[in-house]
């Protein structure tokens, strides 16, 4: 698989590497190296308090270092689509990405559509048919989807979109979508659902989606939108619900 960098990541590389500087800081340790595009689950524990990082941002992990290999607790999911129907009306599933606290990319795969695509949105999604020759079959990309987010914390825009179309679940309250957070939703949407364009460019200081979109980057985004609230949104989770 083939991909192309945006210019979208130069911005998020900077935000990224003054934020793992500091985590570095703190816990030193020694470097290695994440050869595979994916890590195994077996292979890790789940406290991110363990974690120290220092990568530069790219779609494949092919050259991400980090100091310890592990995913962690937190995975941002995010998803591309292509259109099948007659005028292309419906979305499928066409790739899938996870990354996790800190922005190391856990998995990211093309996935074969479950249907004849019909419109392949490459203008919004990025997807083309070359893709597809190196792209997972659907039931693949779903069981590695469920394992990873087994006994994980799921960060996502809309993310119940994405966990639709891999027909999948996730218990609620371990949850963050950053589309539903109430104080995002007053502040930046006037009580509506902000895109996640709008809150990377008034959270971060980030424009993305500008052209081409990649679900890597998105997920970094969302994942540090979440990370700029994530106590309000502990917080807020903890109130007891008004029956």
């Known amino acids: 698989m083939g991909f192309s960098l945006s210019s979208n990541w130069k911005q998020l590389q900077r935000k990224q590497k003054s934020e793992t500087k500091g985590i570095a800081k703190k816990r ?3 470097a290695a190296a994440i050869a595979a595009k994916s890590v195994k689950v077996s292979e890790v524990s789940n406290r991110d308090s363990d974690v120290s990082i220092e990568f530069s941002i790219t779609e494949s992990t092919k050259n991400v270092s980090h100091r310890k290999k592990e995913i962690g607790k937190y995975l941002a999911m995010d998803c591309e689509f292509v259109g099948a129907g007659e005028l292309g ?4 599933l066409a790739r899938v990405s996870l990354v996790n ?4 990319t856990v998995y990211d795969t093309f996935v074969q559509p ?4 019909t419109d392949w949105r490459t203008h919004v999604s990025g997807v083309t048919p070359a893709h597809m020759k190196g ?8 069981k590695k989807v469920s394992d990873l987010l087994n006994g994980r914390i799921l960060v996502g825009h809309d ?7 891999l027909m999948l679940s996730h218990p609620r309250f371990m949850i963050r979508d950053t589309a539903k957070h109430t104080p995002f939703r007053k502040k930046y949407a006037a009580g509506k659902t902000p895109s996640l364009k709008k809150l990377s460019r008034e959270i971060l200081g980030v424009e993305i989606q500008s052209g081409q979109h990649s679900s890597v980057e998105d997920a970094r985004a ?4 979440y990370k700029s609230a994530k106590a309000e949104f502990e917080r807020i989770l903890k109130k007891p619900r008004h029956k």
Do not use: C, N, W
């Not at 009306?89 to 499928?92: D, L, N, P, R, Y």
């Not at 606290?101 to 190391?104: F, S």
């Not at 969302?222 to 939108?225: E, G, H, S």
């Open 28 to 30: 030193p340790r020694s």
């Open 89 to 92: 009306e419906s979305s499928i």
């Open 101 to 104: 606290y800190h922005g190391i």
């Open 114 to 117: 479950t249907e004849k695509v």
């Open 135 to 142: 792209a997972v079959s659907f039931k693949e990309a779903q």
């Open 159 to 165: 993310v119940g979109h994405d966990l639709d179309a």
């Open 222 to 225: 969302t994942m540090m939108i």
